[in-house]
């Protein structure tokens, strides 16, 4: 008899776990069928980067200058466009916890 109970509280909890890996098996393919909709990209991350003309009587250096300026600011949005997009793609690619 104790042995019969003991089955019992070893199947039944076996169960238990087997349902939430259903459940969450069911919620991950819920999400795929779903798909994923990604907000829309942003309007800064669209700008290309400014061409820096040189002006006329301009030393060749100052032209340079501006240039590097306008470089390094595209390249900062670029890397700021970079992080927003992968944080956006972590929030979507995290599974989510099943409800209680």
Same mark, same amino acid.
């Given at each position: 008899?104790? +042995? ?13 776990? @087997?349902? %939430? !890996?259903?459940?969450? *098996? ?16 942003? +309007? ?13 009587? @301009?030393? %060749? !250096?100052?032209?340079? *200058? ?35």
């Amino acid at each position: 008899m104790t +042995a019969a109970l003991g089955l019992i509280a070893i199947l039944s909890g076996c169960a238990h776990d @087997e349902a %939430a !890996r259903l459940d969450a *098996s069911a919620a991950s393919m819920g999400r795929l069928a779903a798909g994923v909709h990604l907000p829309e990209w942003p +309007a800064l991350c669209r700008e290309p980067m400014p061409a820096v003309v040189p002006k006329l009587g @301009e030393k %060749a !250096r100052h032209s340079q *200058s501006r240039w590097e300026v306008v470089r390094e600011q595209h390249n900062q949005r670029v890397e700021w466009c970079g992080r927003h997009y992968d944080g956006i793609a972590e929030e979507y690619a995290r599974p989510r916890a099943p409800p209680d």
